[in-house]
C-alpha cells in the first residue's frame, strides 16, 4: 500500500514537471523573436505591468489557494467539494470585479507610482482585465490538481501555453504592435486560458450562495495573505538589495544569470510541491496512515533531492563554459547556492501536513513574514561583503530559517497534543546533510581544474556522492531501488531491439 503511494506521488510529480518544462521550454523559444520587435524600454514596462499583476493577485485572491484546497478535502462526499469550488468562484469573481473598478478609480496614481514620466494607462486596465480572468481561474485549476487529472491539467495548460505564445507572435511580429500588442496577446490568453479550463468544471458549478462555505474559505485564506508577501520579498529582495550596492546593473545582471541556470531546479521542485498538495490532503481522513507515508517522502525527496541539487554544483562552470559569454563566469558558483536554496522550498511543503490537519495554516504567515524579516537583514549584511554571493548564501539562510521554524513549531504543537506526530529519520537526513555540505565545501574549494578534466571530474564527484546516499537507504529500499533500475534498463533493451 506505501508503495503504491508513493508510486502515486512520483507520477504525479513527473507529469507535472514535464507539463512545467513544456510551458519553460516555449517561453525561452520565443524569447529571441521579439528581441527584435521590442526594445528594452518595452520589456522595462511589462516588467512593470507583472509587478502589478503580482501585488493584485496576492492581494485580491485573498489566500485562496491555500483555503480552496483545507475546505476541499474537508469532507469526502462530492456535493462538499462541488460547493467549495462554486463558493471560490463567486468570492474571486466579486473580488476580480472590485479589482476592476477600484483600479479604474485610481488608475491616475497607479500609473503614476508605475510609469512617473509616460502614460500607459490603456496598458494597467487591459493587464487588469487579464488579472481579473486569471484570479477567477484559480478554483478550476486547483479542481483538476485536487482529483489527481494530471493529463488533462497538463493537455489544457499545453494548449493554453501554445495560444498565448501564437498570440503573442501574430500581435508583436505580424501585427508590429509592439508593447501594446504584447499586452492585447495576454489579455486575449489569459480569457481563453480561462474558457478552456472552465469547460471541464461547468458542471460542477453553482452560483448559489453558501454563507458558511464563504466564511471558511475567508478564515482559512485571509491569513495567508501576508505569507504570500513575504515569500515574494524572499523570491525576489536580493534584487532589490544588490541594486544599492556598487557597480549594481553588473552585479544584479549576474545574479539574473545565475537564477536562470538555476531554475530547471525550481521547475522540478515546482512540480513535486503541485503533486504534493493534493496528494496529503487526500489523507486528511485517514491521518494516521499517512504518518511514515510523509517520513518516507522527506527522506527520498532530501536525499534524490539534494544529489539532483549538487548538479549544479558539479556542472555548473563547464555550462557556464559552453553558453556564456566569459565576462558571466564569475556567476556560476551562485548556481548551485540557489539550486540548494530551492531545494529547501520542497522541505518546507514537506513540513506542512500536520498543520494543514490540524486546520491552523494561518500560522505559516508568521513564520513567513518572521523570515522575511530577518531574511532582508541578512541580505543586505552578505551582499554587502560578498557580493552575488552572498546574495545566493543569503537565499538559503532564509529557506533553512523558515525550515527550522516550522519544524520546531510542530515539535512544540505536538507536544501540545494539537499536530499529528511524523517520526522522521534523522539518522540518515542528518547524516546525509553532511555529506552535502562537505561536498559543497570541496567543490568551491579544489574546482580549479582546467576545462579539458572539467566533465571527468564533475561525473567522479557525483557518482561517489551516489554510492554513498543509497548506502544510506535500507537493504529493501536499496532493492527496491536497484530493481527498479533493472525493470528500466531492460525495457529500454526490449524496445531498442523490436525498432
Known amino acids: 500500500m506505501l508503495r503504491q503511494h508513493l508510486k502515486r506521488l512520483i507520477k504525479g510529480s513527473l507529469i507535472y514537471g514535464v507539463g512545467g518544462f513544456f510551458t519553460k521550454f516555449i517561453s525561452i523559444l520565443i524569447l529571441p523573436l521579439f528581441t527584435f520587435y521590442l526594445t528594452p524600454k518595452d520589456y522595462g514596462v511589462m516588467s512593470m505591468l507583472n509587478f502589478l499583476v503580482i501585488f493584485l493577485s496576492t492581494l485580491f485572491s485573498f489566500g485562496l489557494g491555500t483555503a480552496i484546497g483545507i475546505c476541499y478535502f474537508d469532507q469526502k462526499d462530492e456535493k462538499h467539494k462541488n460547493q467549495t469550488i462554486s463558493q471560490a468562484f463567486i468570492i474571486l469573481f466579486f473580488g476580480s470585479l472590485l479589482m476592476l473598478i477600484l483600479g479604474i478609480i485610481f ?170 498538495l493534493p496528494f496529503f490532503l487526500s489523507f486528511s481522513q485517514k491521518q494516521q496512515e499517512a504518518q511514515v507515508l510523509i517520513s518516507r517522502v522527506m527522506k527520498y525527496y532530501v536525499l534524490f533531492g539534494g544529489l539532483i541539487s549538487l548538479l549544479f554544483y558539479l556542472f555548473a562552470k563547464p555550462m557556464f563554459a559552453l553558453l556564456v559569454n566569459p565576462n558571466f563566469y564569475i556567476a556560476y558558483p551562485v548556481v548551485g547556492l540557489i539550486a540548494t536554496a530551492y531545494l529547501l522550498i520542497g522541505i518546507f511543503s514537506i513540513l506542512l501536513p500536520s498543520m494543514y490537519y490540524a486546520k491552523e495554516v494561518k500560522y505559516v504567515t508568521y513564520i513567513q513574514t518572521l523570515t522575511a524579516t530577518l531574511f532582508v537583514f541578512m541580505s543586505f549584511l552578505l551582499t554587502l561583503k560578498l557580493g552575488i554571493i552572498g546574495a545566493g548564501i543569503a537565499l538559503i539562510f532564509g529557506y533553512l530559517l523558515m525550515d527550522i521554524l516550522l519544524i520546531l513549531w510542530n515539535k512544540l504543537r505536538f507536544r501540545q497534543h494539537k499536530y499529528l506526530p511524523i517520526i522522521y529519520a534523522w539518522r540518515q537526513l542528518l547524516t546525509f546533510i553532511g555529506m552535502y555540505i562537505l561536498f559543497v565545501i570541496i567543490i568551491f574549494k579544489l574546482h580549479r581544474f582546467s576545462k579539458s578534466t572539467e566533465l571527468i571530474y564533475s561525473f567522479t564527484m557525483f557518482s561517489l556522492i551516489l554510492m554513498l546516499s543509497i548506502f544510506l537507504l535500507s537493504k529493501t529500499e536499496r532493492n527496491v531501488f536497484i530493481n527498479a533500475i533493472k525493470i528500466k534498463w531492460n525495457s529500454i533493451i526490449i524496445s531498442k531491439k523490436t525498432l
Do not use: C
Not at 491539467?153 to 504592435?177: D, E, G, P, Y
Not at 489569459?190 to 478552456?196: A, C, D, K, Q
Not at 534584487?239 to 531546479?265: C, E, K, R, T, W
Open 107 to 276: 488608475i491616475e496614481p497607479i500609473n503614476r507610482i508605475l510609469f512617473p514620466l509616460d502614460n500607459y494607462k490603456k496598458l494597467i486596465i487591459l493587464t487588469l482585465v487579464g488579472t481579473a480572468f486569471t484570479n477567477i481561474l484559480t478554483p478550476f485549476i486547483l479542481k483538476l490538481q485536487f482529483e489527481e487529472n494530471q493529463k488533462r491539467f497538463i493537455i489544457l495548460s499545453a494548449v493554453s501555453t501554445f495560444t498565448a505564445a501564437l498570440l503573442s507572435i501574430l500581435f508583436v511580429i505580424l501585427f508590429k504592435k509592439g508593447i501594446a500588442g504584447m499586452v492585447e496577446a495576454k489579455l486575449i490568453s489569459n480569457i481563453l486560458s480561462f474558457l478552456i479550463f472552465l469547460i471541464p468544471a461547468i458542471q460542477v458549478i453553482s452560483l448559489k450562495v453558501n454563507l458558511l462555505g464563504i466564511k471558511n474559505l475567508f478564515r482559512h485564506g485571509l491569513p495567508m495573505i501576508p505569507s504570500f508577501f513575504a515569500l515574494y520579498i524572499l523570491q525576489q529582495g536580493n534584487f532589490y538589495i544588490l541594486a544599492h550596492q556598487h557597480n549594481a546593473l553588473d552585479a544584479v545582471g549576474l545574479y539574473a544569470i545565475a537564477v536562470s541556470f538555476a531554475s530547471p531546479m525550481l521547475l522540478l521542485v515546482s512540480a513535486f510541491q503541485t503533486a504534493w
